[in-house]
Structures are given as structure tokens and as C-alpha cells.
């Protein structure tokens, strides 16, 4: 039984523990169970009270996800919805109080089920959460979730809880009334429940009151209308209209306000089914929990070997990605050496994380105890025979081939000889760097992305002569720096920044076909990546930009291979004549005034003959942004680059933001439809060249039905 009832002294303990799962969902066995114990519960004579708990370390961890990705039938959606209400609403009115003893995580469904208790009492426990984060995976909170805790909270107040789906922890849960009282222990917690119900056996819900009204009034008072008018415009400017569920958790949430109950309940359930059918929430599932989930459970880890803990690590550069690497891998609990050339420039660096740290502090999210645990773990140095006993050394220092080569060399000098040494160059083929390694079977590429302590991606880059070993002790590291990792083979320009190389290309054609740059930017943005390709050129920087591309030049020539022509490269060059590299001088695309916001340069209208006749639909920008970067990654695929459909969408949001509400540059193909995708590149290729011509690879998916 997914439910264990246990009575007392007349209270009766709903255990939740799921038979075969590691943590309870609301799946049917859920169901079935939870409606037998209801039946029970009614038929009891000298109940006092309910106490809803688990067996397990996590309270309840949600909705059953396996069967909401599967279902497409709305009416499957709305039934099953309004019956797992139904119960909650049970409860509820049961008549005797019902405590939810939170002794562990209840997230979503499960904070929905505490919330359908009379009061709620959360162990002290660091690591539980509380929250309602469906719509991070495109839902709404549809078991009562949106319905009850605007009710608590009042709607201002539940706004961020609902559409951003922000989890708390037990302090924050019980200072801003997600939980109302806190226990030490398991012991605690059940004297506390118990308590509780012998002194309000009348407890009622407060909605459940006559005279019950909203914390903060509903949508009728003056000062809510004012903001229920202006909260779809703000919610807008950040989704651009891309994510269906955060709009409908505020239509839940308003037109529920001004109903009773039950008729706010059948609201929400509503729009959840409007969610849950929708393209978007199934991408959102797809990649940021079943794909995510493969990936962090090793997917791409090799098979057979054993887990490669790492213990000591050296951090060669103590820079701007150098002092990141350091940050993360202290936090994680490991050793570090960072080494700069000379001591001084190793304290800099140090000091950056010592800032890093302080923030954590200042906030309140870290003691000062802890932070300076781990800045004591941090030994700056300026000199290479420190990194004696290092089983890991990451090196970060300028993306230069020979420096790479010499500080290799002298790394390997210090390091255990079993140790495996990682290069973090963003540009430079790994199994060339790996030439000058004494051991280049324990050469592997780390490729971070800035700023470090923020970005959850790592690229893994497999040289040719990487041993399975390597490849599983870097996986395993970037694990427990409690990173994302994905596998790719070695390659110019690795995954990530080939494809988003593509992105930027894409924006810059489109300038010099004389498209206006405020359309461009704006296409960009609904497209739904983070930042407007000129934008990000000007942040990445077009000298960079030129560099690498000429830097390609040279080394496809040396192999008799020739760089292909890009409109965006007369655009480099002619901002390059103009003096204007990008945001790091103060002049590239946008004009950076000192104290004030950038704003394009007025005169890239005129110096790439902007023609409002030329004006192609904002759509069309869109798809040519959205198309190139799924067709480079298949490309990338044909050429075994990755093999893992998982790694190309979670590296292509987590590295450089593709899109989240595709699910990923593969995903977005398969939410196309693969035959639409092959017919709508063949009318982009027309239009404007080959470079939008479908993979013969593709076009044989598409035909065989198949998807990725
Ligand atoms: P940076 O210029 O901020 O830092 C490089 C550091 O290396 C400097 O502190 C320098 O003093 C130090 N260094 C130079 N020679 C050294 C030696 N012999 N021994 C020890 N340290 C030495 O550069 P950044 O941005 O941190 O980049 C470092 C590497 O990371 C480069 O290969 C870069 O391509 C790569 N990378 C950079 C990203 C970025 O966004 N900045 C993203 C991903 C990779």
C-alpha cells in the first residue's frame, strides 16, 4: 500500500511510502490509496484527529511525470485532476484537524497535500524544500496549489511562489507562512502534530469561514486591480509571450480570486489541462526532467568504471574562469592549489573568491564559519611544486598554445603521475594540446563557461587518445562541484560555441541585409534567447570573434580545407575598421555611456544600408535564428561530435541559453514536426543559402518517421 494508516489514541497517522519507488508521488497507486484511507477516515467514530507524514526522506515529491509526458487527452487530464481534488478537498472538511508532519521535501503535488491540511510543521532539516515548481517544467500548480495559497498568502504575496516557482528552505518557509510552526527532531515533530490537534479539534480551513477574505483583498480593491492591470505587461516583457503556464497560473490565480472555493478550484484545474496538453510543457519535461535526470545519473559516464573520486586539485590562472574553478571546487569540499605566475596574482584570485564568498555571507546564505572553511582550503601560489599530490590539475591560463604547452609540462612535473590534467581552452583542439602531456591518455578537455559559479554547464571534451578512465573521473568531478556534464568528442569548437558561433552569425547576415538592428535584437529576444545576437557580440567581443575565425582559416588551410564564406564576416570586419570591438572598449554594436543604459549605435543603420522596404517578417528572423543552430547541432551529430540527443538539448539551454521553452536545439525539431522542419529549410535555403540546406541524415529521419 503507497499509504500506511496507523491509529492512536484516537488520531489516526497516514504514512505516506510508496512500495516500489524511492520517493511517494501522486501516481494511482497514490490514488487508490489516499481514497481508501478517506473512506476509513469518514467511518471512524472516535477520531480526533489526522496526521499526514512519509516513510521516506522526502515527504512527497510531486505528480506522477512518466504518465503526464505520455497523456495527450484532455479529458484524461481534467478527470484525474478533479479526482485527486476531490480527496484533498476531503480531508480538508473532514471535520477534525489534519496536520501535514513535513519531514522531508513536498514539492508541487506535495506541498499541495500539505496544504490541504489545517496546518503545517516542517522538520529542521537543511536540506528540505518546500514550493510549488511546476511551472519550471511548463505546469501550473493543479492540485489546489494556485487556489489555496493565494487564499494564505494573498495574491501579491503567492505571485512569486506561483509563477516562478521559487522552493524555499525551513527558515525562509516558516518566516513568510509556506509552513507554521518547526520541529528539531522526528519526535518533535509528531508531539508537535499531536499537540496541535488535541487543541483545535474544531479546526477548519480559513476559506472555509464565512467571512472569510483574501489577505490583501481581491482583484475588486483599488490597489490589487492596479496591479492584476499591470501584471501580464511585466510578466511579458520576461517570457515574451513564449511560456503558456506562467500566464495561466495568474489567470488561475484572478479569475479564482473572485469566486468561491470550489468554482476557483475547477478554474485552475482548467487552465492546468490547458498547460499540461501543450507542446511547450512536454519539451519542458522532456529535457528538464527526464533528459536532465540521464544526464546527471551518468548517461554519457562510461560504462564499467569505477566511481574516480578527486581529492586534490590544482587551478592553473587564477583569472577571471581561474578563480571561478577554484570557488566551485573548494565549495564542493576538495583541496585546492591556485596557481598564477607569481604568488601576488594567486591572492587576487583569492580574494575574488573571498568576495564570492562574502556576498553567500552577507546574504545570509552562508555562515562566516563556513566561508572561511573554505577559503582555508584555498592555498595561493606561485610556484608549480605545489601541486605536489594533486590528482587534478584544471588549467586556465591565457588561450595560448605554448603557454598551454609549458605549464602542462611543468604541472605533470609536480602532479601525482596518476593524477589526469584538464584544460579549460575554449578554442583549442584537445588532442593537439595533449601533445605536449608526458601521459596524454589522461589529457581531457574541461570546458567551463563565465561566470563560473553561476553557469551549471561543463563540456567535457574526449581527445583522441583520452582514456575511459579519464573521461569518468572529470564526469565524476563535475558532479560533485554539482555541475551539469556533457560528453563531446574533440573538434573545432567543441559543441557549444560551434553552435552558438551559428546564432551570432545568423544575427550579423542579418544586418548586413539591411534589416534594421532594433528588429534583429527584438528577433532575438522572442525567439527566446537570452540575449540579442549583437548584443552578445558585442559581450563575447569582435575581436575575438575575428580572431578565432581567423585562426579556423589557418588551421582548416593547413589541413587543404577552405573556411566557408558567411555574410557575417564582412559585418566583423567593417565594425573592426570603425574601431568599435564590443563592450569590454565601450563601442561595438551598442554605445556604452558611462552612467547610463547602452543603446544601439545610431549609425549602424546607415553603414549596412538599413531598408525598411528589405523588412522581413520578425518570424522569419526568428526561424532563421531558431533553424541554424538545430541544423549545427545535427551537423555536429553526423560528424560524431556527441552521441547523446540528451547532452545536445540540456548543453545547448545550459551552455549558452538556447531557447528553454524548445527544449533544446534536437527537441525543437521534434516539436516541429521533422517533415515540416526538411520543408521549411528547403524555403530558407532558397531564400537565403545553403548553410539552410536540411542534412541528408535528417531528411532520411524525417522520411523514416523517426524522431530524435
Ligand atoms: P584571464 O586572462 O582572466 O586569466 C588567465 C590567467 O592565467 C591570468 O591570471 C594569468 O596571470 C595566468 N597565467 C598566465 N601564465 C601563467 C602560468 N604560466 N602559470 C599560471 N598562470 C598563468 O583569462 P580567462 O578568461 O580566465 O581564460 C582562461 C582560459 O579559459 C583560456 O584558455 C580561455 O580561452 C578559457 N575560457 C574562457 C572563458 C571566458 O569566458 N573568459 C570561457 C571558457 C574558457
Redesign the pocket.
Known amino acids: 500500500m503507497a499509504i500506511r494508516y496507523e491509529k492512536e489514541d484516537g488520531i489516526v497517522t497516514l504514512v505516506l511510502d510508496h512500495p516500489t519507488k524511492s520517493v511517494n508521488i501522486l501516481d494511482s497507486a497514490f490514488g487508490a490509496a489516499f481514497q481508501e484511507s478517506l473512506e476509513k477516515l469518514q467511518a471512524e467514530e472516535d477520531l480526533k484527529g489526522v496526521i499526514v507524514t512519509s516513510a521516506k526522506s522526502t515527504f512527497l515529491a510531486g505528480a506522477d511525470l512518466d504518465s503526464m509526458f505520455k497523456e495527450t487527452d484532455p479529458q484524461w487530464f481534467f478527470d484525474s485532476t478533479q479526482a485527486l481534488k476531490a480527496g484533498f478537498r476531503a480531508l480538508e472538511t473532514l471535520g477534525k484537524p489534519v496536520v501535514a508532519a513535513i519531514n522531508g521535501t513536498a514539492l508541487g503535488g506535495g506541498y499541495e497535500l500539505a496544504l490541504s491540511c489545517h496546518h503545517r510543521i516542517a522538520l529542521q532539516n537543511p536540506k528540505l524544500q518546500v514550493g510549488l515548481p511546476e511551472v519550471t517544467l511548463g505546469l501550473l500548480p493543479g492540485g489546489g496549489g494556485v487556489t489555496r495559497l493565494v487564499r494564505m498568502l494573498g495574491l501579491q504575496e503567492a505571485f512569486p511562489y506561483l509563477t516562478e516557482g521559487k522552493r524555499v528552505k525551513v527558515d525562509k518557509a516558516l518566516k513568510v507562512g509556506l509552513v507554521d510552526d518547526v520541529a528539531a527532531n522526528a519526535d518533535e515533530l509528531m508531539t508537535k502534530a499531536k499537540a496541535w490537534i488535541e487543541a483545535n479539534p474544531n479546526a477548519k480551513q480559513p476559506w472555509d469561514n464565512k467571512k472569510f477574505r483574501i489577505p490583501g483583498g481581491d482583484p475588486r480593491r483599488p490597489s490589487v486591480a492596479q496591479m492584476v492591470a499591470i501584471a501580464p505587461a511585466m510578466l511579458k516583457k520576461k517570457t515574451f509571450g513564449n511560456y503558456p503556464a506562467p500566464q495561466a497560473i495568474l489567470n488561475a490565480a484572478i479569475e479564482g480570486a473572485l469566486v468561491d472555493f470550489d468554482t476557483a478550484s475547477r478554474i485552475e484545474t482548467r487552465y492546468f489541462v490547458s498547460v499540461a496538453t501543450s507542446q511547450v510543457a512536454k519539451n519542458m519535461i522532456n529535457t528538464f526532467w527526464f533528459q536532465l535526470n540521464k544526464v546527471n545519473a551518468g548517461g554519457s559516464r562510461p560504462d564499467g568504471v569505477e566511481p574516480q573520486p578527486t581529492e586534490k586539485v590544482g587551478v592553473?590562472?587564477?583569472?577571471?574562469?581561474?578563480h571561478g574553478i577554484a570557488y566551485v571546487t573548494a565549495f564542493a569540499g576538495m583541496d585546492v592549489v591556485l596557481?598564477?605566475?607569481s604568488l601576488e596574482?594567486a591572492e587576487e584570485?583569492k580574494a575574488k573568491v573571498a568576495k564570492l564568498l562574502k556576498k553567500r555571507v552577507s546574504r545570509g546564505r552562508m555562515t562566516s564559519e563556513k566561508m572561511e572553511e573554505i577559503l582555508g582550503r584555498i592555498k595561493p601560489s606561485g610556484d608549480a611544486s605545489d601541486l605536489e599530490g594533486c590528482d587534478l590539475v584544471v588549467e586556465?591560463?591565457?588561450?595560448d598554445r605554448n603557454?598551454k604547452a609549458?605549464?602542462t609540462q611543468e604541472a605533470e612535473g609536480a602532479m601525482l603521475s596518476t593524477g589526469v590534467f584538464a584544460s579549460?581552452?575554449?578554442?583549442l583542439p584537445i588532442t593537439g594540446l595533449a601533445e605536449a602531456s608526458e601521459r596524454p591518455e589522461k589529457f581531457v578537455g574541461l570546458?567551463?563557461?563565465?561566470p563560473v559559479e553561476k553557469m551549471k554547464l561543463v563540456e567535457i571534451i574526449v581527445g583522441e587518445q583520452t582514456s575511459k578512465e579519464t573521461l569518468a573521473k572529470a564526469f565524476d568531478y563535475v558532479l560533485k562541484i554539482k555541475k551539469v556534464p556533457i560528453v563531446v568528442n574533440d573538434n573545432r569548437g567543441f559543441y557549444t560555441s560551434r553552435v552558438f558561433g551559428t546564432y551570432v552569425n545568423e544575427g550579423l547576415a542579418l544586418l548586413a541585409e539591411g534589416q534594421h538592428p532594433r528588429a534583429i535584437e527584438s528577433a532575438g529576444l522572442k525567439a527566446g534567447m537570452p540575449v540579442g545576437p549583437l548584443a552578445v557580440s558585442d559581450e563575447v567581443n569582435l575581436g575575438l570573434i575575428h580572431h578565432i575565425r581567423e585562426q579556423t582559416r589557418k588551421d582548416m588551410e593547413a589541413e587543404g580545407q577552405t573556411l566557408p564564406e558567411h555574410p557575417a564576416n564582412a559585418v566583423v570586419d567593417k565594425m573592426l575598421e570603425a574601431g568599435r570591438k564590443g563592450k569590454a572598449q565601450g563601442a561595438g554594436f551598442y554605445e556604452y555611456p558611462e552612467n547610463d543604459k547602452k543603446f544601439l549605435w545610431p549609425e549602424l543603420q546607415s553603414m549596412f544600408g538599413y531598408d525598411a522596404d528589405k523588412a522581413i517578417p520578425q518570424q522569419e528572423m526568428i526561424d532563421r535564428i531558431l533553424f541554424i543552430q538545430s541544423l549545427e547541432t545535427i551537423r555536429c551529430r553526423d560528424e560524431g561530435v556527441f552521441d547523446s540527443v540528451e547532452d545536445a538539448n540540456i548543453g545547448s539551454i545550459f551552455g549558452w541559453g538556447f531557447a528553454p521553452f524548445t527544449g533544446g536545439t534536437l527537441q525543437f525539431i521534434n516539436a516541429y514536426g521533422l517533415k515540416n522542419f526538411v520543408n521549411r529549410c528547403n524555403e530558407l535555403a532558397e531564400k537565403y543559402g545553403d548553410r539552410f540546406q536540411a542534412p541528408a541524415s535528417l531528411v532520411e529521419r524525417a522520411e523514416k518517421g523517426e524522431t530524435f
Not at 424 to 427: A, E, K, L, Q, V
Open positions: 592553473l590562472g587564477a583569472g577571471m574562469m581561474g596557481k598564477d605566475v596574482r584570485g586556465a591560463v591565457f588561450e603557454l609549458k605549464v579549460n581552452t575554449s578554442t570546458h567551463f563557461f563565465s
